[in-house]
């Protein structure tokens, strides 16, 4: 069965650093999403991704955060200069409708 | 603002029913999740319900919507020790779109034998 799957799982980075986190959506998906977990609270909408654009955005999802499906398969979220802050579970999700959303089993950041 | 609570942990025994509560706030949601966690697993879609149903069963999972007191359940019957996990509950935001799922904490389900 095709899976969403997202790598690293687990990136170290210094803090001001920019990390990369990707993700691969399953095929036939036309919408993506990323969610973040900061350990022990709730999972958190980042953003959505369709026909190319944002389609939503949280106020998470600063000017420090872009998006991008570059070849059209790879997802990716980029961090232009983490803070301790960033510390969180990313996780990215897609589904051919907007009913449904498929995760992927998660990227941990940790910055220090 | 918009927020979705859960009980953070139950506890049954194999065999028994499992049932997992969750309150939200938002009114004009129109779907509503399950999402289930295994340890070092993402998160599993496993059921939603339209807001205008008030029931949805699927084998052993049977989800309860009462839209008038913004309550959901989520009744697992026969509960395995291979349904221990993270049950998470979510609520959409902008009328149907899954694009802004709000959250709860999750309900941690421990089943012992």
């Known amino acids: 069965e095709p899976e969403v799957t997202q790598t690293p799982s687990h990136q170290v980075t210094q803090m001001g650093q920019e990390v990369i986190l990707r993700c691969v959506p399953i095929s036939n998906h036309l919408y993506f999403y990323w969610y973040r977990q900061i350990l022990g609270q709730k999972v958190e909408f980042l953003v959505s991704f369709y026909n190319n654009e944002i389609s939503e955005k949280s106020e998470i999802f600063d000017d420090q955060f872009s998006v991008e499906r570059p070849d059209g398969s790879n997802f990716t979220l980029k961090i232009r200069s983490t803070k301790l802050e960033d510390s969180a579970m990313y996780f990215c999700a897609g589904g051919e409708g907007n009913t449904e959303a498929f995760f992927g089993q998660g990227t941990r950041l940790t910055v220090v | 603002g918009e927020d979705v609570e859960q009980s953070l942990f139950l506890s049954v025994r194999e065999g028994d029913s499992s049932v997992i509560n969750c309150t939200y706030t938002?009114?004009?949601?129109?779907?509503l999740y399950w999402y289930k966690q295994e340890p070092g697993a993402g998160l599993q879609l496993l059921t939603y319900?339209?807001?205008?149903?008030d029931m949805k069963q699927d084998q052993r999972l049977t989800v309860l919507l009462n839209k008038k007191d913004k309550h959901l359940s989520l009744r697992i019957a026969d509960t395995q020790t291979g349904d221990s996990a993270i049950y998470f509950c979510a609520e959409s935001r902008y009328g149907g779109s899954q694009g802004n799922l709000i959250f709860g904490k999750g309900t941690k389900l421990s089943v012992k034998p």
């Open positions: 938002d009114s004009s949601s129109t779907y």
């Open positions: 319900i339209f807001s205008n149903m």
